[in-house]
């Protein structure tokens, strides 16, 4: 079955310092990958995603590229901000069982000032 | 556009009591979703639907739990009785269709606490 493995949190920065969150998964065929960012009092929010191999997925300074080899597909910004404080979600959807999302654990990032 | 919305937001019962959760989806999106989001750890998806069809309910402890989306618009998820271990966020969510394409938008959830 599908499964997505994520790094534990609280993950603790300062401003402008570089961020790194790891995603593994587990998945039978060639699913799309997502990021879902929560912040706190509002609902998941996509925040990137990639539908193959190699494809980058990149928004508001985040990337994450779809590792076909590793089955990975880490979060990365280079200068994180306040603002950037919530819980990250690393996603995966079989493209061949409809709609359905399976979700990792999330992790929280706290940066401080 | 309006996004996806739910209420209550918090609702605190006692065990083995009744408690229902409403959702209003993006206007026009045929698909719906229920998903349970335990403390510290990801969404979980219960059933899915497409207009008022049930598409995936294979999660859904159907002994205790049920969900209808008579009109294929908004959708309601009933816990009879609750238990300690339901305690969780309860997040809807609707795309406008069913299918890899269609981007999945999610409401800010009800908190349920079963004391």
């Known amino acids: 079955g599908n499964s997505v493995t994520q790094m534990e949190g609280p993950v603790t920065l300062s401003e402008e310092a570089f961020l790194t969150i790891n995603c593994t998964y587990t998945?039978?065929?060639?699913?799309?990958l997502f990021w879902y960012v929560q912040y706190p009092g509002e609902g998941l929010q996509l925040l990137l995603k990639a539908t193959k191999a190699d494809d980058k997925g990149s928004n508001k300074g985040f990337e994450a590229t779809y590792r076909k080899e590793t089955t990975s597909f880490h979060l990365e910004k280079g200068s994180v901000q306040v603002s950037d404080s919530a819980v990250y979600f690393c996603a995966l959807r079989n493209n061949n069982a409809g709609n359905m999302l399976t979700f990792g654990g999330g992790t929280r990032l706290m940066v401080k000032p | 556009e309006a996004g996806v919305a739910q209420s209550p937001r918090y609702k605190i019962i006692e065990k083995r009591q009744s408690v229902a959760f409403w959702c209003n989806p993006i206007s026009g999106h045929a698909t719906l979703y229920w998903y349970q989001q335990i403390l510290g750890q990801g969404p979980k998806l219960l059933i899915q639907?497409?207009?008022?069809?049930?598409?995936?309910d294979s999660q859904l402890p159907k002994d205790r739990f049920s969900a209808e989306r008579l009109k294929g618009v908004d959708s309601t998820l009933k816990i009879q009785p609750a238990k300690l271990e339901d305690s969780a966020v309860y997040l809807c969510?609707?795309?406008?269709?069913?299918?890899?394409?269609?981007?999945?938008?999610f409401g800010p959830g009800t908190r349920l606490t079963v004391t």
């Open positions: 969510a609707s795309s406008q269709r069913q299918g890899p394409s269609y981007e999945q938008y």
């Open positions: 998945a039978t065929g060639y699913p799309s």
């Open positions: 639907f497409q207009n008022n069809g049930v598409v995936d």
